[in-house]
């Protein structure tokens, strides 16, 4: 028996609400992914841009050394277990091989149970293990993080629908053109996200032509029936769209999870329709989302931008989990790839069941090389464009949920939110760490996105709107000025202080998440604010 040393990071708490389900097969083959180390740390000015590389050059500098992997596959190999990809550029490796193999190389046991999915939909089959994991002392160092051994369900999608008893008669989806002629929407109503890009000033003359928009979807599926209804109603051409399947992951139309897939589809396409999207669908573990990411910052060629409105509460997480995710989006803003992703819809708490719960944010929206997403409630004039009430998203008494915000108990104050004002948490651990979010937009579900899901004309709100939202207004930026963005925060942060409203910004003052309020300049409900379009463009033009 080879020895074994401890995996730092790996530990897994216990899953409460997990029961036994019957045995696994010992002699059934598993696929893992390893996260291997660097072969030198990237430094910090390379990540905060605006030099970009390649991917080729990044795995040449800063990816996984050919010695290490060499080293890894020969060990693994007396082991039992086989090397099937490797990608040194992202430093991950696919190893598999049977349970019993891979549970006796990274010392532990593997069981079955069932438990709840974090998104309320039922109970799920998977894989388990808890507590820490080893691998062969020759490794030690050199593999960081072994993912997919426990295929728990590690992420809920973050939309919301509107309530049946809330239902607000939607107005016909009518194409941009016609737009202005529409009977002005001074109380809350739900909008078109063409109207929201309105709102928001997206920069004129620009549609997002040239650029590719990522989108991270962990469950669900889209039509080709529901996105040509959705985008003919507007008037639009239906964007190019191409699924891409991770880890045995699928198009898998005709699910729950489609509420937000086609809703990211949906608003990237209104309101960036020149732009190409290409949707990424893994399981729903941290070792699908990892390798999602990995695919999609790594692709070629690279988008400009990735889209990703799923998420969990950072303690659910395992430690090695949040630095080879962390590390992925890392990568992306080395690469000229913007993460942008939703803060999460049960306010301050981050838990559905539990609103005045400990305060938590959402990973990983609340890793700091992502551009979080928080929410507003948005009202305006549709026949002008003005905005006449913008506040915090909190329909908390409604059951309707609030946008997610707060500090990070995991990751420090970056340096660009250093004069922010990111207060102390509200879980009183008294430590400063990264604020959340960064960024805002409309998502409240009465004030939300007119869409096509399966089959169905429907409003849908959430920050899962924000971040695609967002994600076409960078598209639209970088069609503008022929530049990658990566890390956006050093441009948008650059001279912000505290209490004072951000240029590009439509600051927001009013509400709040639950532990955390509204105020002039940056906070913890809906960052430095919701964009003006055409304000942005000039600051990222400098």
Known sequence: MPELVPL?????????????????????????????????????????????????????????????????????????????????????????????????????????????HPDGSGVVVHRYRSGGLS???????????????????????????????????????????????????????????????GFYNFPAGTDGTGQTIAIIELGGGYSASDLSTYFGGLGLPTPSVTAVGVDGGSNSYGQQADGEVELDIEVA???????????????????????????????????????????????????QSLTAMDDAIADGAVLGVTVTVAAGDNGSSDDPNNANGPAEVDFPASSPHALACGGTELVGDVSTYTITSEVVWNEIANNEGAGGG???????????????????????????????????????????????????????????????????????????????FGLLQPLIYAGVTPGTTTAGFNDIVSGNNGAYSAGPGWDACTGLGSPNGQALLTIVSR
Do not use: C, M
């Open 269 to 319: 396409g209104a309101v960036a329709p020149g732009a190409a999207q290409v949707v990424y669908f893994a399981p729903n573990t941290d070792q699908g989302f990892v390798d999602a990411i990995s695919e999609a910052v790594h692709a070629t060629p690279a988008p400009i931008v990735v889209s990703i409105s799923w998420g969990g509460p950072e303690p659910t997480w395992s430690a």
């Open 406 to 484: 707060g500090v990070s108990a995991v990751f420090g104050v970056p340096s660009w939110q250093a004069n922010a004002g990111v207060p102390l948490p509200a879980s009183g651990t008294g430590t400063p760490g990264r604020g959340v979010p960064d960024v805002a937009g409309n998502a409240d579900p009465v004030t939300g996105y007119q869409v096509v899901v399966d089959g169905q004309q429907q409003p849908i709100g959430g920050t899962s709107a924000v971040a695609p939202l967002w994600a076409g207004l960078i598209a639209r930026l970088a069609q503008a000025t022929g530049k990658k």
């Open 135 to 197: 691998v062969p002392a020759e490794l030690a160092g050199i593999v960081t993080a072994v993912l997919g051994l426990d295929t728990r369900p590690q992420a809920r999608p973050h939309f919301r629908r509107l309530l049946a008893s809330r239902t607000v008669v939607p107005e016909t989806v009518v194409p941009e053109t016609v737009v202005p002629e529409a009977a002005p929407a001074q109380t809350p109503g739900p909008l078109t996200a063409v109207q929201v890009a």
């Open 8 to 116: 730092a990071g790996s530990e897994r708490s216990e899953l409460p609400g997990a029961r036994p389900a019957g045995d696994l097969d010992a002699n059934a083959t598993i696929t893992v992914t390893l996260i291997l180390r660097r072969r030198a740390r990237v430094p910090a000015e390379l990540i905060t841009g605006p030099e970009t590389l390649t991917s080729a050059e990044l795995g040449a500098r800063y990816g996984a050394d050919p010695a290490d992997v060499a080293l890894v596959t020969e060990v693994l190999g007396r082991d039992g277990l086989t090397v099937t990809e490797s990608h040194p550029e992202s430093r991950r490796l696919q190893v598999s091989g049977t349970i019993a193999a891979a549970s006796a190389a990274f010392g532990t046991t593997l069981t079955q149970v069932t438990s709840p």
